[in-house]
C-alpha cells in the first residue's frame, strides 16, 4: 500500500531553495577553517575560548572530565515543580539542596553577586553565585565561563527578592569547555538551509525546535502504545530485500559482495506482514524507515519513517476505524488535545470522519461519472496532455490527486479507486473495476492507506503475471520471482485480513501544525553545499 501520493512518481526530484543556503558560522568545525567561514568577531572569540581551554589544562584542570551524575543529577523542571516560590521566604532554603546539569545560557554580574541562566532540556533556572559563599578565587572562575559551556552545579534552593526559584551555588564544576560560541539570530540561524542542515545548532537556538522533536518522540511512543494495549505484536521486518515490493515507487539499489547480488531498500514492509498473518499471526505492525527514490517535496522524503498494520479478521473499512481512533487518541495523549489547524481552519480529530466514494468526490467535482466515462472524456479535464501509455486507471488518479486530494482539509476517508495500481488489494464486491482502498486525508495530505488484502492466490497470481506485462518490456508470463514466492505463501491459506500504512512524518506535521516534512525530520536529506 502506496503511503506516499502516487503523484509521487510523476512528481520530478526538486529541492526547495532555501536548502542551498547555509550560514558561514556553521560551515565546519575544524580549528584549521574555522577563520576563514567565521565572521571575524566570532573568529576573535573561537580563539579566545581555544586559549581559555589552554590556561584550564595548564592549572591542571580538565575541561571535559570523566564524570556522571546520572544517580544524583535532578531535571531543572523538577526542581522548579517540586517548590512554590510564593510560599517560601525570600532567601536562602539550605535544607532544600539540588544537584542539576546544563548548558550556561546567559550571565549577569553585580558587583559581589552573579547570576547564571542554566537550561536543561526540561527547562531554565537561574543560580547565583556570590563571592563570601564561594570566595574570591572560585567566583572569579565561574565568571569567566563562556556562554554554551555546560555546567554541574551542586546548590540550594533560593528565593529572589522578585519571588523567582533559583538555586545558591555552593559548587560548579565545568563539564564541558564550548569552543564556539552558540547561534543567534545574528548568525543566520534563521535561514531554513542551516537549520536543517545543522540541526544541532538549530536545537542550540529554537526552544521550539527542541519542542518539536520531543513531541515527535511523545507521538511515536503513543502510536506504539496503541497498538500495542489493542493486542497488536511488532515485527521488524527486513529493510534489505531482494524485491522491493509492497508500493509503486522506485527503491535504492545496493549491492552485497558476499553473495553478489543486488538488493533494495524497502519501499514498503506490507508483503512480509502478510506473510506472518498465514503463519498464523493477527495483528501485526511495523514501524520503521522506508526508502523511496524519488522527488523531494514539502510533503515527499527519499527518506521517511513508516507504520504499517495489519488487522486480521477485518476490511477496509475497519482499517478506516482504527485510523480514525488512533489518530484521536494519540493526538490526545501526546499533545493534551485533539483540536489543531490546518490551511486556517479548526480541525477537531475527536469528531468523526467523512466517509465518500472518489466516484463521489469525482463527479461534485468535475460533472464526471468515472465509471461511466471513457479515459479520453476524463483527459478533458486534466491541465496537461494525455500521455499514451496512460490508462483509465492512471486518468482517475491523476484527476484526484491533482484537481481533489489536496483540497480536502477536514478529515475524510476516501473509498474504492481503481483496481489496477493496487495488485494485492481485494477487488470490490460490486464494482470489480475497483479496489477496496482508501486513502485517509487531512489538510490535503494523505496520511493513510487503507486496503482490504486480497486473499485469493489465483486472483493474485494473475494480478502479478498483468502487472508485469504492463511494463515496457514484457517479461513473460509468471511473476518476478518474489512475486511469486509471496503468491504461494498465500497458497497455505491467508485469512480476511485488512491493514494500513501510515507516513509518520506526515502525521507529526499534521499534528503539530507544520507545513513541510523537513521541520519535523531531525535530520533531513538536503542538497550537498558547493
Excluded at 297 to 304: N, T
Excluded at 369 to 376: A, P
Excluded at 484 to 509: F, H, K, N
Aim: with cysteine.
Amino acid at each position: 500500500m502506496p503511503v506516499q501520493d502516487q503523484e509521487e512518481k510523476q512528481e520530478k526530484p526538486n529541492v526547495a531553495p532555501e536548502d542551498s543556503i547555509v550560514s558561514a558560522d556553521a560551515q565546519t568545525s575544524s580549528a584549521a577553517d574555522s577563520k576563514a567561514h567565521t565572521p571575524p568577531d566570532r573568529a576573535v572569540e573561537i580563539d579566545e575560548r581555544r586559549s581559555k581551554m589552554a590556561r584550564l589544562r595548564a592549572e591542571g584542570i580538565d575541561p571535559y572530565p570523566p564524570i556522571s551524575l546520572w544517580a544524583e543529577r535532578t531535571r531543572i523542571a523538577d526542581v522548579l515543580a517540586a517548590h512554590d516560590p510564593a510560599e517560601l521566604q525570600a532567601g536562602e532554603h539550605p535544607e532544600l539542596r539540588y544537584h542539576i546539569a546544563g548548558r550556561l545560557i546567559s550571565r549577569r554580574g553585580h558587583g559581589k553577586t552573579a547570576f547564571l541562566d542554566v537550561r536543561d532540556l526540561s527547562d531554565t533556572i537561574q543560580a547565583v553565585v556570590r563571592v563570601d559563599a564561594l570566595g574570591q578565587e572560585t567566583y572569579d572562575r565561574i565568571l569567566g565561563l563562556d556562554i554554551g559551556d555546560i555546567v554541574g552545579i551542586d546548590g540550594y534552593v533560593y528565593v529572589t527578592q522578585r519571588g523567582q526559584l533559583a538555586l545558591a551555588v555552593q559548587e560548579c564544576t565545568l563539564l564541558t569547555k564550548a569552543l564556539r560560541p552558540p547561534p543567534d539570530k545574528h548568525h543566520g540561524l534563521g535561514d531554513t538551509g542551516t537549520r536543517y542542515r545543522y540541526r544541532e545548532l538549530d536545537l542550540l537556538a529554537n526552544e521550539d525546535t527542541r519542542d518539536l522533536f520531543v513531541k515527535r518522540h511523545k507521538i511515536v511512543f503513543e502510536i506504539r502504545k496503541w497498538l500495542n494495549e489493542r493486542n497488536f505484536i511488532e515485527v521488524e521486518t527486513p529493510a534489505l530485500q531482494s524485491l522491493a515490493g509492497g508500493a509503486g515507487s522506485r527503491p535504492f539499489t545496493t549491492h552485497h559482495n558476499a553473495l553478489d547480488r543486488d538488493l533494495y531498500l524497502r519501499i514498503s514492509v506490507e508483503l512480509f506482514l502478510n506473510r506472518c498473518i498465514v503463519g498464523g499471526m493477527e495483528n501485526v505492525y511495523d514501524m520503521g524507515k522506508v526508502f523511496r527514490n524519488e522527488g523531494i517535496s514539502p510533503k515527499h522524503s527519499p527518506e521517511f519513517t513508516i507504520i504499517e498494520f495489519m488487522c486480521a479478521y477485518s476490511d477496509y473499512n475497519d482499517v478506516a476505524t482504527v485510523t480514525e481512533e488512533m489518530f484521536r487518541d494519540v493526538a490526545q495523549a501526546a499533545l493534551g488535545r485533539t483540536a489543531i489547524k490546518r490551511n486556517g481552519e479548526e480541525i477537531d480529530l475527536a469528531k468523526p470522519w467523512k466517509r465518500i466514494t472518489m466516484r463521489e468526490l469525482i463527479l461534485q467535482r468535475t460533472g464526471l461519472d468515472f465509471m461511466e466515462s471513457t479515459r479520453e472524456q476524463l483527459a478533458e479535464v486534466l491541465d496537461e496532455p494525455l500521455h499514451p501509455a496512460s490508462s483509465w486507471a492512471d486518468v482517475v488518479a491523476d484527476i484526484y490527486s491533482s484537481k481533489i486530494e489536496h483540497t480536502i482539509n477536514q478529515p475524510t476517508h476516501v473509498f474504492d479507486f481503481p483496481l489496477e495500481p493496487f495488485p494485492i488489494t481485494k477487488r470490490h464486491s460490486v464494482h470489480p473495476e475497483l479496489a477496496e482502498h482508501f486513502d485517509a486525508v487531512i489538510g490535503g495530505i494523505e496520511l493513510v492507506s487503507g486496503d482490504t488484502e486480497l486473499n485469493d492466490p489465483v486472483d493474485q497470481w494473475q494480478r502479478f503475471v498483468d502487472q508485469r506485462k504492463r511494463r515496457a518490456v514484457d517479461d513473460g508470463d509468471v511473476p518476478h520471482p518474489n512475486d511469486e514466492e509471496y503468491a504461494r505463501a498465500i497458497e497455505y491459506g491467508y485469512s480476511p485480513t485488512a491493514g494500513g500504512g501510515m507516513g509518520v512524518d506526515r502525521l507529526v506535521m499534521i499534528l503539530t501544525e507544520r507545513d513541510t516534512l523537513r521541520e519535523v525530520i531531525p535530520f533531513p536529506i538536503v542538497r550537498d553545499l558547493r
